[in-house]
């Protein structure tokens, strides 16, 4: 069991010890949690109703939720930036890191919301056409931004 510990601390960078900014971290953490609130308020907020105390609960999620997005980028960008300038590997390795850490978990994500598309489609966002959604998910796949092309017919 220590064996695995120790492979995934290694793997998932939670060693770091004192090169961690612990307060940056607590706030990039407060950040996450605003972001939250703004897929919270898309995916619930049309069950909130446009007017009343409802209405109001969801404008203050998403107005507080986008600040967070905003913190959010701002303190990565900062963390990320002070990560390059301190790892003596170069920015190659630095991005071969990245891509292992968060790649596999946007990968079954995608495989989830694949998956919930196709048991509820209603929600889907892929294209209706079959070229243009296969398209779509390879763009994904690739962490390429949409091209015009596989937009949602």
């Known amino acids: 069991m220590g064996n695995l510990r120790q492979r995934l601390a290694l793997v998932f960078e939670t060693d770091a010890?004192?090169?961690r900014i612990q307060s940056m971290e607590g706030l990039r953490g407060l950040a996450?949690?605003?972001?939250?609130l703004v897929h919270y308020e898309s995916l619930f907020g049309g069950w909130?109703?446009?007017a009343g105390p409802n209405a109001t609960v969801g404008q203050f999620?998403?107005?507080?939720?986008?600040?967070?997005?905003d913190l959010f980028f701002v303190l990565s960008g900062y963390l990320i930036y002070g990560a390059v300038l301190?790892?003596?590997?170069?920015?190659?390795r630095f991005m071969e890191r990245r891509v292992r850490r968060i790649y596999p978990t946007f990968l079954v994500m995608l495989v989830v919301y694949l998956g919930l598309s196709v048991i509820v489609p209603s929600e889907s966002k892929l294209?209706?056409?079959r070229f243009a959604a296969i398209t779509y998910v390879?763009?994904?796949?690739?962490?390429l931004p949409e091209c015009s092309a596989s937009r949602r017919s």
């Open 32 to 36: 996450v949690s605003l972001v939250f």
């Open 48 to 50: 909130l109703g446009t």
């Open 17 to 19: 010890g004192a090169r």
């Open 86 to 92: 301190k790892n003596r590997e170069g920015y190659p």
């Open 138 to 143: 390879v763009e994904n796949v690739l962490l």
């Open 61 to 69: 999620l998403q107005t507080v939720g986008h600040t967070g997005v």
């Open 127 to 129: 294209p209706v056409e």
